[in-house]
């Protein structure tokens, strides 16, 4: 075997893995995980959109990239990353027990309480960032926020299950994270539908 080939193995075991181990044990250290969970948050939920609009542009034969839109969801990526956070080690002192019906406990409780604050989050953060009224949150609210909601009940129980059974509570927020980046991209859709709707209509009259 060529002696370069077996002393770059080498480097790899002894110097680049042991690094690497020790930057990730860091980044999911008590220390910095509040930070590590909300760049998780923003560049996922950034990552969904991304996703949604390059669908966007293969079905619709749009061009444009909506870079604002992008970084609102990764604005709300951020307020969902300190709430998921907070809201996660809350959850797990309050519910120490791996057992199967405190792991079920926790999973409806997540069903009923954070789910429905993340969407209400998502709206809101929105609403603050494209300066909607009152009344234009309201309605858009009454008129996708129950989609959202129904769509987290075919997903996240099964999810949350596997999260709250196996998982300790520093890599909650990074398992819930790579969950949702299918979900982050409906989100997106159904957020702005009907933004896509009017683009659609226009390049089809153009």
Request: with cysteine; net charge positive.
């Amino acid at each position: 075997m060529n002696t370069h080939f077996i002393n770059l193995i080498k480097i790899v075991k002894t110097t680049v893995i042991p690094k690497a181990n020790s930057a990730f044990r860091n980044i999911f250290s008590e220390k910095y995980l509040l930070y590590t969970n909300i760049g998780l948050s923003a560049t996922l939920s950034g990552v969904g959109d991304c996703l949604e609009q390059y669908h966007e542009v293969l079905r619709y034969n749009t061009e444009s990239w909506d870079k604002i839109r992008t970084r609102n969801m990764s604005i709300f990526g951020v307020s969902a990353g300190i709430f998921c956070h907070h809201w996660y080690i809350y959850l797990d002192r309050r519910l120490p027990d791996c057992t199967v019906r405190a792991v079920i406990k926790k999973v409806i409780i997540d069903q009923f309480v954070s789910s429905p604050v993340c969407i209400v989050m998502l709206f809101l953060t929105t609403a603050v960032l494209e300066e909607q009224s009152k009344s234009e949150l309201w309605t858009e609210m009454k008129d996708k926020a129950w989609k959202l909601y129904a769509a987290e009940w075919v997903i996240w129980p099964a999810a949350q299950y596997i999260n709250f059974q196996f998982l300790p509570t520093r890599y909650r927020v990074l398992y819930d994270n790579l969950v949702s980046v299918g979900y982050d991209t409906y989100t997106s859709y159904i957020k702005y539908i009907d933004k896509i709707s009017e683009k659609n209509e226009c390049d089809n009259k153009s």
